[in-house]
């Protein structure tokens, strides 16, 4: 089992900036992959960032330039820092461990961003 603890997420004004964090406990494999995703009402989950143990990342399009995705690997830790918030970054975000070895996936409570325009 892998826990994963998120926090940072609040109420911002639109250009503002928020750092979100997560971190994961428990049977942590050394491959993962770990990412941020975030889902409005009445719309699917999706995709905001990703970094793998290996320090590779991917961003939604949507984000690049704007938000950035980093790791601590000692501490089981990532993070999301987002810049130049918008109002269509309002959403609940959702920290996920992914192990494709073990096939483990593993989900965050989530945390809400509200960004007021």
């Known amino acids: 089992q892998v826990q994963l603890a998120e926090s940072g997420g609040g109420l911002v004004q639109s250009g503002g900036s928020l750092r979100l964090s997560c971190a994961a406990s428990g049977s942590i494999f050394r491959n993962y992959i770990m990412g941020w995703y975030r889902q409005t009402p009445g719309k699917q989950r999706e995709l905001v960032a990703i970094?793998?143990?290996?320090?590779?990342?991917n961003y939604a399009d949507s984000v690049k330039g704007r938000f950035t995705i980093s790791g601590d690997n000692a501490k089981n830790t990532v993070y999301l820092q987002m810049n130049s918030l918008k109002a269509d970054d309002t959403a609940v975000y959702y920290c996920?461990?992914?192990?494709?070895?073990?096939?483990?996936?593993?989900w965050g409570q989530g945390t809400q961003v509200t960004v007021s325009s």
């Open positions: 996920n461990y992914y192990c494709e070895i073990l096939g483990l996936n593993f």
């Open positions: 970094i793998t143990s290996g320090g590779s990342t």
